[in-house]
């Protein structure tokens, strides 16, 4: 055997993204108006980034291209190097709200998934209770959606989507029904799960202020037909939102809006 061959082949990095030329246009009033107009972009494997934009510049557009549920005019969407066709087990999808089935108790809304994927009925509960430990929902397994309040729901669709172990998250203002009280927690639950499960985390957000607490980079879109812009976040984690190059931070994003 030679030397080389007794070395460990480094893991392979997964859950890399890269957006190439994507265009997409929807009618109105009887016209063909562009949203998002040649997007290129590579995210990196594990990499968390923000999206932010004024309302109808096209989010939610790129969030569904990416995961799958609609296509580009032009274009295309590459996960790992191979271009995607359509919805993909590697990649989770987190909505505004948990969208929970009712008649079932939190351990089986999110063991369910799994068993769908065909993983056994004992090895999905076991999975599915270490993702809902992980959310800090353990004393919760037997209740049902209804007996939870808005950011335990939101808790459950999280340990929902981690537990089919995606590569990718991609969260379309996952926090943006919660009161503010409960979405500062949930932003600190989300940096944690981030960091501990290692996905590449896609995020959509109208709150500037939760895009530097969460991501690398900010991916700002416009209405205006303007190019999209991205801003790097480079400060320390944890975040500290009191921190001077914080509160910087959100004076530069705000201005990229006009607003101060
Ligand atoms: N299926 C569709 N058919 C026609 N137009 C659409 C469709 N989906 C989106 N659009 C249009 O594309 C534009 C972008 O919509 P999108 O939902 O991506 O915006 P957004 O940035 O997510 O906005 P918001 O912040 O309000 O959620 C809007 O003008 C919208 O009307
Ligand atoms: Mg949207």
């Not at 400060?235 to 994003?253: C, G, I, S, W």
Request: with cysteine; net charge neutral.
């Amino acid at each position: 055997m030679t030397r080389e061959a007794t070395i460990p082949a480094a893991p392979t990095v997964r859950g890399e993204v890269a957006l190439r030329g994507l265009s997409k246009s929807f009618p109105l009033q009887g016209r063909l108006r562009p949203v998002l107009r040649d997007i290129d972009l590579e995210i990196r494997a594990g990499e968390a980034l923000a999206i932010v934009g004024p309302s109808g510049c096209g989010k939610t557009t790129l969030l569904r291209l990416l995961a799958g549920l609609d296509t580009p005019d032009r274009g295309e969407v590459l996960i790992d190097a191979r271009p995607i066709s359509g919805v993909g087990t590697e990649r989770a999808v987190i909505y505004q709200e948990p969208r929970l089935l009712p008649w079932l108790t939190v351990l089986d809304n999110v063991a369910f998934g799994l068993e769908l994927r065909g993983v056994s009925h004992a090895e999905a509960r076991a999975r599915a209770r270490r993702q809902i430990e992980l959310v800090g929902l353990g004393a919760f397994e037997a209740a049902y959606p209804r007996q939870l309040s808005g950011g335990m729901a939101q808790r459950v669709g999280i340990a929902r989507a981690l537990a089919v172990q995606p590569e990718i998250l991609l969260l379309d203002e996952p926090l943006g029904a919660l009161d503010a009280m409960t979405k500062l927690t949930m932003q600190e639950e989300l940096a944690r799960i981030w960091r501990e499960q290692k996905v590449t985390m896609i995020l959509v957000t109208h709150d500037l202020e939760e895009a530097i607490f969460l991501a690398d980079r900010v991916l700002v879109l416009s209405t205006d037909g303007s190019a999209p812009t991205t801003i790097p976040v480079d400060l320390p984690r944890p975040r500290d939102r009191n921190a001077p190059e914080f509160v910087a931070m959100r004076r530069t994003l705000m201005g990229k809006f006009g607003l101060h």
